[in-house]
Structure formats: C-alpha cells, structure tokens
C-alpha cells in the first residue's frame, strides 16, 4: 500500500457493529469471504457468526 493510501484509510475501521434490537449485526467493508482467495479472513466471518451474540455497540 502506498503513502497517500495509507493516510486516507488512517483511523478508519473495517468492520464494525450496530445493534438492531435484541441482537447485533457486523458490518464489514469488504466480502471477507470473496472466491476463498484470503483465507485468514474467513476467521472474521466465522467469529461473527458465532460469537456475534457477544459483540457490544462501542459507547
């Protein structure tokens, strides 16, 4: 990732969470699980769905 690139996505999140009644839904920037190219990212959607039910809205 170049400099100029790296200054705009300073500070910003990839994914995060909102509360919608009882429980959560995870909001992500990108399809963590596109064509099975990266497989590291599969842990993100995996953790979401299991553990999503632990995931609290930041105050």
Known sequence: MNEENRQLIAGSASMAI????QGAVVLALDNATFRAF???????LSNAIFFGDLLEEPN
């Open 18 to 21: 909102d509360q919608v009644g």
């Open 38 to 44: 990266w497989w590291g990212t599969q842990r993100l």
